[in-house]
């Protein structure tokens, strides 16, 4: 295990167990190695897996104890000491008039109403006496939670509804509130990094925070300045980005909110004109997307074919990889996609997993990258054979 500034590095198991051998044959010659049938071999490598596990928790708490690399309910126990809370998914609400017999009462969810177009149903979210006229005003919500769209002008269509309902009004549907999905993690921190940054103007954060509207996540820009990296002068400022717009827009965004007097490093120059007519190039470092390859070894269950089984493994470790969201200088562990796996139907065990850069010779337990690379995932380079 290696701990520096970028966190902790667990060191692989062959690696450990190469070390481990090296002593062993300070005591019983050069000639030793590692046998499956020897008694010490065999408790040399229980005890490097031992190790190992051990090392692998360590570095998961160290990385959950992190208010930059924590995830899910240990994210939000973190965030909660700052009294910043996940914003939960909620339901599409809006106001409709309704005709109903006079005086009755319209019970809570006892009418349904389905959009015309997309067919998103919604039901009265309380119980509404009706008045003397016939009329009442209804507030009804999506059945289901998340961003269901709506508009005033939109055409519902009553699907259910009690004996004492007449029909709903001509009027336009009111007070609308789109409901929201569950906010992930990705969006949590770049929520906590915008309270944070709000207090403090021209620092390192409040540059991420002015330019996270330029990548997907905010683990795809990093900031680096002589005091983080003895390499960059003072005066000078590295941004490392794996932008979603165009290198122009980028180093406009740069130049509209980075300190004036900073010198610009990187490997992509824009040259941008300033006010006085005079050009400024504004330089900062794209990142390099390193195409990662998965290969796993899977037992199906006998009732399960094999092709459905591996198609449907790919499609968990896309999405796992989505909502995981890499960031620059990340260190991929192979038992990362275990859970993915172990998640699909008809997967019974993982008999065994290794990952490597694409451009490597040899599969490992983990993969680490540089503060400029970016890991690339592609259902065509993950392999699967059956067990």
């Known amino acids: 295990m290696e701990v520096n500034s970028n966190g902790i590095t667990v060191t692989s198991v062959l690696k450990k167990l190469s070390d481990k051998v090296d002593k062993l044959r300070e005591l019983y010659g050069k000639d030793f190695f590692i046998r499956p049938e020897g008694v010490i071999d065999n408790i040399m490598t229980a005890i490097t897996f031992m190790e190992h596990k051990f090392i692998e928790q360590i570095a998961f708490f160290a990385k959950q104890l992190d208010s930059e690399t924590a995830e899910r309910e240990y994210q939000d126990a973190l965030y909660e000491r700052v009294g910043l809370y996940r914003n939960l998914a909620s339901k599409t609400t809006f106001l409709k008039n309704v005709f109903a017999v006079s005086n009755s009462t319209i019970a809570k969810n006892s009418i349904t109403l389905k959009h015309s177009v997309t067919k998103e149903e ?27 769209k709506i508009a005033e002008d939109d055409s519902l ?150 092709n459905n089984v591996f198609t449907n493994i790919k499609n968990n470790i896309e999405k796992y990889v989505f909502e995981r969201a890499y960031g620059l200088n990340s260190s991929v562990y192979a038992t990362e996609f275990i859970i993915p796996i172990l998640e699909t139907e008809g997967v019974e065990a993982v008999s065994s997993i290794s990952i490597k850069k694409a451009t490597d010779n040899s599969y490992t337990d983990h993969v680490d990258l540089e503060r400029d690379e970016i890991p690339l995932f592609s259902k065509t380079s993950i392999y699967l054979t059956k067990d």
């Open 122 to 148: 919604f039901s009265n979210s309380e119980e509404v006496v009706v008045d003397e006229s016939g009329k009442a005003t209804i507030k009804f919500e999506s059945v289901i939670e998340g961003n269901i």
């Open 157 to 306: 269509e009553v699907i259910e509804a009690p004996t004492n309902f007449y029909g709903l009004g001509n009027d336009k549907l009111k007070d609308i509130n789109l409901g929201q999905e569950e906010e992930t993690d990705s969006e949590f921190r770049l929520r906590f990094y915008n309270i944070k940054n709000n207090r403090a103007k021209c620092t390192r954060n409040a540059i991420i925070q002015s330019l996270c509207d330029y990548v997907d996540y905010p683990q795809h820009l990093k900031i680096i300045d002589a005091n983080s990296d003895s390499a960059i002068h003072a005066g000078s400022i590295l941004i490392i980005a794996k932008h979603n717009t165009t290198d122009e827009i980028f180093a406009k965004a740069i130049l509209n909110n980075v300190l004036g007097g900073l010198n610009f490093v990187g490997n992509t120059t824009v040259s941008l004109p300033l006010s006085n007519g005079e050009n400024w190039e504004v330089k900062f470092q794209k990142a390099s997307e390193i195409l990662l390859e998965i290969n796993a070894n899977i037992k199906i269950k006998r009732e399960f074919y094999e």
